[in-house]
């Protein structure tokens, strides 16, 4: 057979009568075809050094964000409408600068309000002054919040305080200063928020409660039961507002904040307990909440609602937060 011109013809084999095979190739052909092989072989090198490029810039991508943390930002919250309780320092700060990075315009509130435009000066949001155990107050600034941002998709009830005592010994004042805080001021951050999230078409609401509402300590009744009742208005409002708004509560553990820095500057010693019996060895850090939060406001926690998210380290593994803090200060 003779092949020409992409042809195929019979012959008859010169040193007899049988039949054989000859491929004859045409030089335009040949030339062609060396063409397409060479073109062919071209676009596999293009490809295998684009799969290498992407494969060695994620790898890239992931040592910046094993090495420097929360330096690499996705756009999480892009497009989002923030307003933050308790924003002017320690968790509140934090969570206000890493919903910032990930895209989210975000207002600050705080019953400090040096320490709210501070903050806001710094992310390029707003400030808003105003008391959480004050209704019309803290609606007020919601409200204002809401105008400058052209409305509400996420609220981060933050604000909170603490202190120790013997359960029989809490001045009733003190006692409802911190049900009133912690767990009342939650309440109206939900009063005030929900209507404006509803109207911009749903969002995510977060709360912060704490590890001395799941595993109780000598000396915090009120504060343990305000943070439990953070959990359980968590589960009860996520019931009553799904699938429009998503509700969520973080329960840090042993975080450094102005909440925790006296504790630790009263006992030294305590520090190193704690980093000794923290699973992780090491007392959280502001961003360690911050980043939950973000995570939990994000689309990434699409099918996460109801729940009270524990970040301690494993802290709660041995017991609570605070084991022993009470009979150092008060049975000395």
């Not at 307003?83 to 315009?105: H, L, N, P, Y």
Request: charged share 15%; with cysteine.
């Amino acid at each position: 057979m003779v092949f020409s011109r992409g042809e195929v013809h019979p012959i008859r084999d010169p040193a007899g009568d049988r039949c054989g095979t000859c491929l004859r190739v045409h030089p335009q052909a040949l030339c062609s075809g060396i063409v397409l092989a060479v073109l062919v072989q071209l676009l596999i090198v293009l490809a295998y050094d684009r799969v290498l490029t992407s494969h060695r810039s994620s790898v890239i991508h992931w040592h910046e964000v094993t090495a420097h943390g929360r330096n690499a930002f996705m756009g999480l919250l892009e497009g989002q409408h923030a307003v933050i309780t308790g924003g002017g320092s320690g968790i509140g700060r934090a969570t206000a600068r890493r919903m910032t990075d990930e895209g989210a315009s975000v207002a600050v509130i705080d019953v400090n309000g040096d320490a709210a435009h501070e903050v806001a000066a710094e992310i390029g949001g707003s400030a808003h002054v105003a008391d959480v155990t004050d209704p019309d107050g803290l609606c007020d600034a919601v409200d204002a919040a809401a105008t400058v941002m052209g409305g509400i998709t996420i609220m981060f009830n933050n604000a909170g305080v603490g202190n120790q005592s013997p359960l029989h010994e809490w001045a009733p004042e003190e006692w409802d200063r911190l049900l009133a805080v912690n767990l009342t001021g939650v309440y109206l951050g939900f009063r005030a928020a929900i209507p404006h999230i509803r109207a911009s078409g749903g969002g995510s609401i977060v709360s912060t409660a704490s590890i001395s509402g799941t595993r109780p300590a000598a000396g915090e009744a009120p504060y343990s039961a305000a943070k439990a009742g953070v959990a359980a208005i968590t589960a009860s409002a996520a019931l009553e507002y799904g699938p429009e708004i998503r509700v969520n509560s973080v329960s840090p553990g042993m975080i450094l904040t102005a909440l925790t820095e006296p504790l630790l500057q009263f006992l030294p010693h305590e520090r190193a307990r704690y980093e000794r019996t923290t699973p992780l060895g090491r007392i959280g850090e502001p961003d360690d909440i911050a980043d939950v939060v973000v995570f939990l406001c994000s689309d990434l926690a699409r099918f996460i609602t109801g729940q009270n998210i524990v970040v301690d380290g494993g802290m709660t593994l041995h017991g609570s937060g605070v084991d022993g803090i009470f009979e150092q200060v008060f049975r000395r």
